[in-house]
T-cell receptor, first 113, second 113 residues
């Protein structure tokens, strides 16, 4: 069965630290990959997406993610986090012709000022 | 541009009762997807509606049903509520053909006692 794994459930960083959140999926075919963010008290928002082409994808607010097909990974990165990046981050995958998104459990990021 | 709206915000029901949750899609979107998000979990796909018909369903029993109306708004109905149905129910709208780019509403928090 298709699945998505997020390796870090809770991450605590200080401002200006670098961030990398891991995401791995299980599916051998064509995938569409997403990172969503949920800020406190707000609804889910699309951070970035990968459909095809350049495996290094840039999203909003300085975030980027790299699709490594051989590793079935789509890790999220930011060189220098801010307090305002405190949020829940979800990796999601759409695989094959299936119209549903399969989600990871999420990673809670707390950035200390 | 009007975003996705959901009603009600919170709801408390008793086991065995029935509930209807409502969603208005973002302006210009014709596809609606419903998700269940239990505490500490990622969203789980329930089903998707396009052209007033169900188009894809996750692993949810038939007591979870839905409707889509000509104006693209949608309802999620759950019969014979169980304690495990307590969760945040998310609605996401999108354009058919770009269904993977989904825009989420704030959700309805359902508590079953």
């Amino acid at each position: 069965a298709q699945s998505v794994s997020q390796h870090n459930h809770h991450v605590i960083l200080s401002e200006a630290a670098s961030l990398e959140l891991g995401c791995n999926y299980s599916y051998g075919g064509t995938v569409n990959l997403f990172w969503y963010v949920q800020y406190p008290g707000q609804h889910l928002q699309l951070l970035l997406k990968y459909f095809s082409g350049d495996p290094l994808v840039k999203g909003i607010k300085g975030f980027e993610a790299e699709f490594i097909k051989s590793k079935f990974s789509f890790n999220l990165r930011k060189p220098s986090v801010q307090w305002s990046d405190t949020a829940e981050y979800f990796c999601a995958v759409n695989a094959g012709n299936n119209r549903k998104l399969i989600w990871g459990l999420g990673t809670s990021l707390a950035v200390n000022p | 541009e009007t975003g996705v709206t959901q009603s009600p915000t919170h709801l408390i029901k008793t086991r065995g009762q029935q509930v209807t949750l409502r969603c208005s899609s973002q302006s210009g979107h014709n596809t609606v997807s419903w998700y269940q998000q239990a505490l500490g979990q990622g969203p789980q796909f329930i089903f998707q509606y396009y052209r007033e018909e169900e188009n894809g369903r996750g692993n949810f029993p038939p007591r979870f049903s839905g409707l889509q109306f000509p104006n693209y708004s949608s309802e999620l109905n759950v019969n014979a509520l169980e304690l495990d149905d307590s969760a945040l129910y998310l609605c996401a709208s999108s354009l058919w053909g770009a269904s993977y780019e989904q825009y989420f509403g704030p959700g309805t928090r359902l508590t079953v006692t």
